[in-house]
């Protein structure tokens, strides 16, 4: 499942250079979290490293991107070019 920023961001950018998929970027009124890169850290660390930072907690799971862990990590081969 994909994160997702909430309106209630303020625009701090910590999250964004957290990102190891590089998948946060600023949108238009607020931070937007690209759904086809995001897997939830999957292959890098054990926690979502933006939920960690976000300093108000803005960033909760996507309902309408649900994945099962496998995917996530089928996703993370393909986007860092592991996958055969
Ligand atoms: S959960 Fe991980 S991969 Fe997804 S947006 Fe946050 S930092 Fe990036
Ligand atoms: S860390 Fe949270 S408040 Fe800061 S830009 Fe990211 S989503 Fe927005």
Do not use: R
């Not at 946060?24 to 937007?32: R, W």
């Not at 890098?44 to 108000?56: G, I």
């Amino acid at each position: 499942m994909a994160l997702i920023i909430t309106d209630e961001c303020i625009n701090c950018d910590v999250c964004e250079p957290e990102c190891p998929n590089n998948a946060i970027s600023q949108g238009e009124e607020i931070y937007v979290i690209d759904p086809n890169l995001c897997t939830q850290c999957v292959g890098h660390y054990d926690e979502p490293q933006c939920q960690q930072v976000c300093p108000v907690d803005c960033i909760p799971l996507d309902p309408a991107h649900q994945e099962t862990h496998d995917e996530l990590y089928q996703k993370y081969l393909i986007i860092t070019g592991k996958s055969a």
